[in-house]
């Protein structure tokens, strides 16, 4: 059996905005961060799946400075959807479609402050 390598896999997300987008996620997910440096770290751990935020280096904010990678999407599993799209809406990023109904669901696509897209998504009951 082949030795795993990692021991932990977690999301970052890239900002030059990093203190707007922790008090965003920190709203939406209605936690604070586990960890916080302001204006260079963030971290959210829920339900296991940890999501960091994290300001470039000065050499590198040219790197991440360009619009968020439309292949990204941010999955969140809600129990509630029209309640999340109240709440979304409430801290003023609405939804920027329409509800549809997928194969595994009903989602919802957003948007978090950077532009990074957040699928808002309701499993069958």
Known sequence: ???????????TLATLH?????????????APPQAFMPDRYAEFTVTGFKLALFHPQAAHEAEF????NAAMSLCL???????????????????????????HGREIYAYDPDGNRLILHQSPE
Do not use: W
């Open 1 to 11: 059996m082949q030795k795993r390598i990692c021991s932990e896999v977690f999301v």
């Open 18 to 30: 990093l203190n707007e987008l922790a008090k965003f996620y920190e709203a939406l997910l209605a």
């Open 65 to 68: 400075s360009q619009p968020a």
């Open 77 to 103: 599993e809600v129990a509630d959807l029209e309640g999340a799209i109240a709440h979304l809406t409430q801290l003023g990023y609405p939804p920027a479609g329409p509800l549809t109904q997928a194969s």
